[in-house]
């Protein structure tokens, strides 16, 4: 039977939330699956991912392939990393310290795109002002 990772949709009309799931391929979309292993609610800012590591894990250790979807989850929750690095034959305190490096490298970056994210909201802003002020003195 081949398993795989992948999104279970739920939620009401126009407001989705997932389900990450171990399913069956043969299995439709919101259909029978075998574990629930996460949740992923994109439209909170930022998007909501919650994922059990450890059954994360243990599916991709007995083989199971996630979707596209999945695997970007996975790898932003950094537990693609870990499974690379233990594979690797790295011990475990090497392979945290590797993950903590890389959680604070993606905070910073993340902590920089708001930044400058914001920024641009700013100068949109005041490009508006003084568009409006610019109008009504003419």
């Keep these: 039977m081949a398993v795989k990772l992948r999104l279970k949709r739920m939620g009401k009309k126009k407001q ?29 800012e930022p998007a909501t991912i919650e994922i059990k590591e450890s059954r994360a ?21 950094g537990i693609i990393l870990r499974r690379e690095l233990l594979k690797k034959g790295l011990k475990e305190e090497e392979v945290a310290a590797k993950l903590e490096e890389w ?3 993606t905070e910073a970056n993340l902590a920089a795109k708001l930044k400058k994210k914001a920024d641009k909201k ?8 003084e568009k ?3 109008a009504t003195e003419a």
């Design 16 to 44: 989705p939330i997932y389900k990450v799931v171990a399913a069956d391929a043969r299995s439709p979309r919101d259909g029978k699956f075998i574990e629930a292993i996460g949740l992923y609610n994109p439209k909170t």
């Design 57 to 77: 894990m243990y599916w991709l250790n007995v083989g199971a392939q996630p979707t596209v979807t999945v695997k970007n989850l996975l790898s932003g929750q």
């Design 103 to 105: 959680k604070k490298l």
């Design 122 to 129: 700013k100068s949109k802003k005041a490009l508006a002002k």
């Design 132 to 134: 409006s002020q610019g």
